[in-house]
């Protein structure tokens, strides 16, 4: 299992162009005209958004295992 992870946004950066939302595989990241929307429930820590946005505006944040 890869470490799971919650997706971060610098808002200073992201300028809303979609690319992280459309190449995320399980459709955990909504963009809208309002602003960058991240869906932890769906997301399966692939971090293909980090490496997908074009200014970086997308960080990794580790999360706790709860057991
Ligand atoms: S890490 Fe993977 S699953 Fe999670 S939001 Fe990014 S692209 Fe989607
Ligand atoms: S790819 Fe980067 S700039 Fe584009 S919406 Fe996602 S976080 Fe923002």
Known sequence: ???RIKVIV???R???CGGCAG?????????????W???Q???ISC??????????ALSAESLEVSE
């Open 14 to 16: 992201c300028y809303l």
């Open 41 to 43: 429930d769906k997301c």
């Open 37 to 39: 929307e991240f869906l």
């Open 10 to 12: 610098n808002e200073d």
């Open 47 to 56: 971090r293909i958004c980090i490496s997908a946005c074009p200014v970086g």
């Open 23 to 35: 190449v995320c595989p399980t459709l955990a990241i909504e963009v809208h005209s309002s602003g």
């Open 1 to 3: 299992m890869p470490e």
